[in-house]
């Protein structure tokens, strides 16, 4: 059975009506203010709605753009056709969709065609523009971009910017690609001849190396490093 309520209680006020009234005594007296508040906060709901849709909208008309080039490889192969269609593609991608992820790999993807075409200055470049618009990552497409650098460079037999590269890339996130960054390097320091470095990461690669192919291969290096 409920509990009587006092004479004191039934006279007071109950608080959620005071409370109401103590707004709507703020809201008559500041009419103006209440308005310019309101209006604002209507505004930046709208504009935030309209980002969000804007963003979106954005995003997943550079998605169908850049799977447009997987469903090229797919139905006619990677001929040179296929390849210079991909390119302007890709080149739409980064003037169109500069922002999002799309438009991000495509630096990325044309950095690999030009390097199979032999157009080294430009794989470069691309691989370079990846590089400045990519942040950290857990997937290791930084890795691999910098690591493509250093071949570039390594192409151009520019081997001191080849070494500097491939040593930015082992301060990559590059879990799975160990043995491949710390061979590398090793290569590049053969190649300016320094046998101490050169052995040094070898023996780094030889620990990380689990295919007996590559293994038999860094041993033979150290062998004759040695």
């Excluded at 006020?13 to 009419?31: L, W």
């Excluded at 203010?33 to 979106?56: E, P």
Aim: with cysteine; glycine share 6%.
């Amino acid at each position: 059975m409920a509990a009587k309520l006092s004479k004191k209680e039934l006279k007071s006020p109950d608080a959620f009506q005071t409370t109401f009234e103590r707004i709507g005594d703020y809201v008559s007296e500041n009419k103006s203010r209440v308005i310019i508040f309101g209006t604002a906060l209507a505004c930046a709901v709208v504009i935030a709605v309209g980002i969000y849709f804007y963003w979106s909208y954005y995003s997943n008309s550079a998605l169908k753009l850049y799977t447009k080039v997987q469903q090229n490889i797919m139905k006619n192969g990677d001929n040179k056709e296929t390849v210079n269609e991909n390119i302007q593609i890709f080149k739409e991608l980064i003037e169109r969709y500069p922002h999002s992820w799309s438009g991000r790999m495509a630096y990325y993807h044309l950095g690999n065609i030009y390097y199979n075409n032999g157009e080294i200055d430009r794989a470069i470049s691309s691989f370079q523009a990846f590089i400045d618009k990519s942040g950290t990552d857990k997937t290791g497409l930084r890795f691999l971009a910098l690591t493509s650098l250093g071949y570039s460079y390594e192409v151009k037999k520019d081997y001191k910017e080849a070494l500097k590269y491939f040593e930015q890339a082992q301060n990559t996130y590059h879990v799975g690609f160990e043995m491949i960054g710390l061979r590398n390097v090793a290569r590049t320091y053969e190649a300016i001849n320094n046998k101490q470095k050169a052995l040094e990461y070898y023996k780094k690669a030889l620990e990380k190396t689990t295919e007996p192919a590559a293994a038999i291969f860094i041993k033979r290096k150290i062998s004759t490093l040695s």
